[in-house]
């Protein structure tokens, strides 16, 4: 179980003031669930450490439970009994059936909820026709006032008046019957072995100033309004503050050695003072020297990281004139494979052609070739036949018939060599 904060009450560890306090609540439900038809089921909303549910559970049948996991725990390891069960879940979302309890209980369990108004709808919910809801929470203007200095509680989500308790409450329940809490001395005549006891207390009925209220609230009537006083067997106030004072003395003894013991380890403690004064004075120097340096050292990293910056800025422009250069590698490079497309294409054209001439070409000079040799037959022939005219010429210019008619003027005058 956690530590002691003031907000949830563990009985050992609470002195008995304020645990009584928090039990007259619960001696109040009792009187309240004796007078229910019995078998009485109670349940104990935002139960707490435990100690109240085990009040309880002396006259009826108790479900309890809390939002803690570690309340839940510290209950059920000190306070589990027969009749009793303890659960974790919340107030503002109750698990339970309609109309299941004759009584339910939420001590100073309001104030701590954002939704306050669920936990009044759904224990309206879950309560019988005739049963009764016992809710109760400290009166803001009082708690404000006495916690002085200390401001509000940082536990506390929302406080009330008596005016605005009572409002919430009539807005739920038709039947609502809110009673003061105080905290009052008492002067009590008791014999050894006493038959009985008389009360004499007519209580305060003044709201604005209770320290709490706790009301109760119903679907039907309320029978009792009667004043309710608890006197605990520990509220001997005066035996009390005699143990208190006691337990001080003892405290205020030990404050004494121990601050004796801390004025002999002063004048220890003054001397290592001066010690480290004087390691102080070095190590500030040293430090000094070390602040200067690191003075010189931050200039020297703001310089490279200007030159860095620099070359940063450089090596980016540079990336942004070797990706245009890269662009235009690659342009250049698919104009170049066009053109050398283009230009396989037209070579192959002009070879094709080339061919094509190679083969008309060597078809002429096949058929020149063919002519020639023809024209160079026809060449001898023609030759071989002018000798022969040429030799038949002679013949005839040699015969002795050509000659005599030549000079009697007849016949074909011929020219030498035909």
């Not at 609470?14 to 309240?32: G, P, Q, T």
């Not at 931050?298 to 940063?312: C, G, K, P, W, Y």
């Not at 990336?319 to 053109?339: V, W």
């Given at each position: 179980?956690?530590?002691?904060t003031?907000?949830?009450?563990i ?13 007259a ?8 669930a ?5 078998p009485?089921?109670?349940l ?18 108790v479900t309890?439970?809390?939002i803690?996991?570690?309340a ?12 009793v ?10 698990p339970?059936?309609?109309?299941a ?23 309206n919910?879950?309560?019988?026709p005739?049963?009764?809801l ?24 929302h406080e009330?008046?008596?005016e605005?308790?009572?409002?919430a ?8 019957r ?12 008791s ?15 003044d709201?604005?100033?209770a ?13 009792f ?6 006197l605990?067997?520990s ?17 205020l ?9 801390n ?47 620099t ?6 422009d ?8 890269a662009?235009?590698?690659a ?17 192959n054209r ?6 094509e001439l ?15 040799v ?5 060449a001898r ?6 000798a ?8 005839i ?15 074909p005058?011929?020219?030498?060599g035909?």
């Amino acid at each position: 179980m956690s530590e002691f904060t003031g907000e949830r009450v563990i009985p050992e560890l609470v002195d008995a003031d304020l645990l009584n306090e928090h039990l007259a609540r619960y001696r109040f439900a009792n009187r309240v669930a004796a007078a229910l038809e019995k078998p009485v089921r109670v349940l104990d909303a935002g139960c707490g450490s435990g100690y109240g549910t085990a009040e309880l559970s002396a006259a009826a049948l108790v479900t309890a439970f809390d939002i803690s996991r570690e309340a839940v725990a510290h209950a059920r390891a000190h306070y589990q009994r027969a009749g009793v069960h303890f659960f974790q879940a919340a107030c503002e979302a109750l698990p339970f059936a309609p109309e299941a309890f004759d009584l339910v209980a939420a001590f100073e369990v309001i104030e701590h909820l954002y939704r306050w108004r669920e936990l009044l709808a759904d224990a309206n919910r879950v309560l019988k026709p005739s049963g009764i809801l016992l809710v109760s929470t400290p009166n803001r203007d009082y708690y404000a006032e006495s916690r002085g200095d200390a401001g509000p509680n940082p536990f506390h989500l929302h406080e009330f008046d008596y005016e605005e308790f009572r409002q919430a409450l009539d807005a739920i329940f038709p039947h609502v019957r809110i009673w003061t809490q105080n905290h009052a001395e008492a002067i009590v005549f008791s014999p050894r072995n006493p038959r009985g006891s008389v009360l004499e207390a007519s209580g305060s009925g003044d709201p604005p100033g209770a320290h709490f209220y706790l009301a109760a609230c119903s679907r039907s009537p309320i029978a009792f309004d009667d004043v309710f006083a608890w006197l605990p067997s520990s509220a001997n106030l005066l035996r009390e503050r005699e143990r208190h004072i006691a337990k001080l003395k003892g405290e205020l003894e030990k404050k004494d050695a121990w601050l004796r013991e801390n004025i002999e380890a002063h004048g220890e403690l003054q001397l290592r003072h001066r010690e480290l004064t004087a390691e102080l004075q070095r190590r500030n120097e040293w430090a000094a020297e070390l602040d200067r340096e690191i003075a010189r050292r931050d200039n020297r990293i703001r310089e490279l990281q200007e030159e860095h910056a620099t070359r940063l800025a450089w090596i980016a422009d540079l990336e942004s004139q070797l990706g245009r250069a890269a662009a235009e590698i690659a342009r250049l490079a698919s104009e170049t494979q066009e053109l050398r497309e283009q230009a396989q294409t037209e070579i192959n054209r002009l070879e094709a052609e080339n061919a094509e001439l190679r083969s008309q070409a060597q078809s002429r000079i096949d058929r020149l070739e063919a002519t020639l040799v023809e024209r160079t037959e026809w060449a001898r022939r023609l030759d071989a036949e002018i000798a022969e005219y040429r030799e038949e010429l002679r013949r005839i210019g040699s015969s002795k018939w050509l000659r005599a008619g030549e000079k009697l003027g007849l016949g074909p005058r011929l020219r030498d060599g035909q």
